[in-house]
């Protein structure tokens, strides 16, 4: 086995709202009980260290933005993190306070090796605003202190990490406080110069602990690991470090959320149909933004492509607070063989494309006509949600189906080959043409290309509400002088124009 092991030093205040300071200061510090427990950068080279006195950090450094700890939301940023994880191996494990363990012993060859898989999450790890350190060791124990010693390193054997661990302080495990000063008593500060102590004399003085950690981390003895449960259902929440007045400006914190949704997905081997980013406002109002998909997938980028066409048409109400992300509707990931060569990529495919339509024109704007066996123009086509088009993969009626935009006074329409040829413009509703001595004008005299199409049908929805009744027509292709086809026809009432040939 080998173990990706990620500590991440400034969870504790990572996982904090840090609203902005009014005076504009940057340095933030983690405090209980009068003292230090974590300094970021900034306050660190201001002189800040942990354990210092609340009193004494102050002095140092008087702009500086003191918190109090929450362990429920390091918990739960924990947690987060492990979802996103899934993406790269399904076996993990939590390593509290602030660490992960990832097996990608397993899925090397899939991505591409080690180092591939490496830069892949630190990647993540950065596009997320997490401070993360890495190591890479055949034991989880040995892979978490050389991550916990921001080691970075790749040590694929046992015979390569022993050295590697040896060089590592005792301050490193994170034993007992009077251990390590025990330790130190003893001249002992490397773990180097433990292993190399009589384990008798030193389980007298320290205890078991200690010592069988080492074992453990050099692999001498087992270090069976607690897998990482998923959740069934997926929600996630996120509260924002400052009010967002633009609803443009929540695509950034929104990533955090989705980025854990599609990690979750893949280990769950589910697809995502819809799901709904739920908002707070600071006036304490709720509101909601559903995000359905053309059809269901599970690529992160996807998500946030559709997320923010959504949002650039958004106007809020109040400014948010916070966010909140379920999934709301999940299938079952179908099993597909992967092409033997490589292919080249397509674009982003009709049901994306669908999906960014919608979003910016409108859910009615942009509809899926459906053929019906109805010989009169008006009623040959029905509309319907593009998502059950592209997801029905056989009828047994065997549809043909097309997509639709409204553009004007003109919808689009994609209808089967005939015997007869047909228009793909068709008009909303037919128009009358101007007549003649010499016959019907549009745009100049109309030449007749066909011989007349009896269409003669519907006498069963006369008397009904919106029915178009029974109809008597003669369908002709013509040609105007500028050249235009155009599909006419005539009845008793006379001519007029159905619709125009692309």
């Known amino acids: 086995m080998l173990w990706l092991a990620l500590h991440f030093p400034l969870l504790t205040l990572e996982a904090l709202p840090l609203r902005q300071s009014p005076e504009g200061s940057s340095a933030c510090a983690v405090a209980a009980r009068g003292r230090i427990l974590l300094a970021d950068p900034a306050a660190s080279s201001a002189g800040i260290l942990p354990g210092q006195k609340l009193s004494t950090a102050l002095g140092l450094l008087p702009g500086l933005r003191i918190f109090e700890r929450e362990p429920a939301r390091e918990t739960r940023a924990l947690a987060d993190l492990a979802c996103w994880a899934g993406r790269f191996t399904p076996t993990l494990s939590l390593a509290p306070p602030a660490g992960l363990l990832l097996e990608i012993g397993g899925c090397r ?3 591409g090796g080690v180092a591939a898989i490496v830069e892949s999450v630190l990647d993540g790890c950065r596009a997320q605003g997490w401070s993360a ?12 202190w050389l991550a916990q010693a921001a080691a970075a390193c790749t040590l694929e054997s046992i015979a390569a990490l022993a050295p590697a661990l040896a060089a590592l302080p005792c301050t490193v495990p994170g034993w007992p406080t009077d251990t390590v000063a025990r330790l130190e008593s003893f001249g002992l500060r490397r773990l180097g110069d433990l292993a190399a102590q009589p384990a008798a004399g030193l389980h007298r003085r320290i205890g078991n602990g200690p010592l069988d950690d080492l074992l453990r981390a050099r692999g001498e003895i087992p270090d069976p690991q607690r897998a990482f449960i998923f959740p069934e259902h997926f929600a996630a929440g996120l509260e924002l470090p400052s009010r967002v007045e633009f609803a443009e400006g929540l695509a950034f914190a929104a990533q955090r959320l989705f980025a854990a949704l599609a990690g979750w997905l893949q280990v769950r081997q589910g697809l995502l149909r819809a799901c709904t980013l739920h908002l707070t406002h600071d006036d304490g109002s709720l509101s909601a933004l559903p995000l359905r998909f053309g059809e269901a997938c599970a690529d992160e980028s996807r998500f946030l492509r559709l997320l923010r066409e959504h949002l650039s048409r958004l106007q809020l109400a109040a400014p948010v607070e916070a966010l909140h992300l379920t999934a709301d509707e999940v299938i079952a990931r179908p099993g597909a063989s992967a092409g033997l060569f490589e292919q080249a990529p397509n674009g982003e495919g009709a049901a994306a494309c ?4 919608r979003a910016r024109l409108g859910d009615d704007a942009v509809q899926s006509l459906v053929l019906y066996a109805d010989h009169r123009p008006e009623c040959a086509t029905q509309p319907r949600d593009p998502a059950s088009i592209l ?5 047994s009626t065997r549809e043909s189906a097309g997509v639709s935009t409204a553009l004007g ?15 793909l413009w068709l008009l909303p509703a037919p128009q009358p043409l101007a007549e003649r001595p010499d016959g019907p004008h549009w745009h100049g005299p109309l030449q007749l290309l066909t011989r007349g199409e009896r269409l003669e049908s519907g006498w069963w929805d006369s008397g009904e509400p919106g029915g178009i009744g029974d109809i008597r027509r003669d369908y002709f292709v013509v040609r105007n002088g500028q050249g235009q086809w155009a599909w006419v026809f005539r009845d008793a009432q006379g001519w007029y124009l159905q ?4």
């Open 133 to 144: 350190d890495w190591a890479v060791a055949p034991t989880p124990l040995g892979a978490r």
């Open 499 to 502: 619709g125009v040939f692309a």
């Open 391 to 395: 997801t029905a993969k056989t009828t």
């Open 109 to 111: 060859r899939l991505f």
């Open 409 to 423: 006074s003109a919808v689009v329409s994609m209808v089967a080959t005939c015997a007869a040829p047909r228009p």
């Open 354 to 357: 669908i999906e960014r339509l």
